[in-house]
């Protein structure tokens, strides 16, 4: 059965720093994978996806995502983050885009002034 | 882009009650509608992948009885909540599949904003 697992619950990060999600999936074959971001009272926006090419997937608000076939993960990156950056970030796989989903846990991201 | 809509956006009601959710795709049509359920801080759990003119498919677990889908139409799906209990409080997305780019490289779903279900 198909599984994803966002290891940290919580991130706290200053605005301006870096920031790093990390996503592990475990599928039977190479699925679709995606980065959604839920804020409150919003619903979920998608981030980026990836499924074939490139393994470095550039999505919108500055966000990367590199996929790693050897590791099985899906990691969401940010350079410098801003205050708006606040918000929950769910990693999500399918079979394809349009799908059902199988989402992660999610991480809850927290920006520092 | 894309919009999906549900409704209403939040509903209490008392327990034994039942309630309707409404979710709309306002700028396309969806053979497939997806609906989630997340409980608070939690992630969102598939319960049931919604087709247009044909018996919902719920995943394991999930009560067909208690919670029926309606997908009447290319672009509206119905949850109902049946006999519903403070267990079944929760926050409801609706998500729907673009028909015309499905199976294509533009292929995508789009997800509502979420219905807070409260049950007293």
């Known amino acids: 059965a198909q599984s994803v697992t966002q290891p940290d619950i919580h991130i706290t990060v200053s605005e301006g720093a870096s920031l790093e999600l990390r996503c592990n999936y475990s599928?039977?074959?190479?699925?679709?994978l995606f980065w959604y971001v839920q804020s409150p009272g919003q619903g979920l926006q998608l981030l980026l996806k990836?499924?074939?090419?490139?393994?470095l997937v550039q999505g919108i608000k500055g966000f990367e995502a590199e996929f790693k076939r050897s590791q099985s993960s899906f990691n969401l990156r940010k350079p410098s983050v801003h205050w708006s950056d606040a918000a929950e970030y769910f990693c999500?796989?399918?079979?394809?885009?349009?799908?059902?989903?199988?989402f992660g846990g999610g991480t809850r991201v927290l920006v520092k002034p | 882009g894309a919009v999906v809509s549900q409704h209403p956006s939040w509903v209490i009601c008392k327990s034994g009650t039942s309630v309707k959710i409404e979710c709309r795709s306002l700028?396309?049509?969806?053979?497939?509608m997806f609906w989630y359920r997340q409980f608070p801080k939690q992630s969102l759990m598939l319960m049931a992948t919604s087709n247009e003119g044909s018996k919902a498919t719920y995943e394991q677990g999930v009560e067909k009885d208690k919670f029926l889908i309606n997908h009447a139409s290319l672009t509206l799906s119905t949850l109902t909540v049946t006999s519903a209990h403070p267990e079944d409080s929760s926050f409801y997305i609706c998500s729907a599949r673009d028909h015309r780019l499905a199976g294509g490289p533009g292929d995508t779903q789009y997800f509502g904003p979420g219905t807070r279900l409260t049950v007293l």
């Open positions: 990836y499924f074939s090419g490139d393994t």
């Open positions: 700028d396309f049509q969806a053979t497939t």
């Open positions: 999500a796989v399918g079979l394809a885009a349009g799908n059902k989903l199988t």
């Open positions: 599928y039977g074959a190479t699925p679709y």
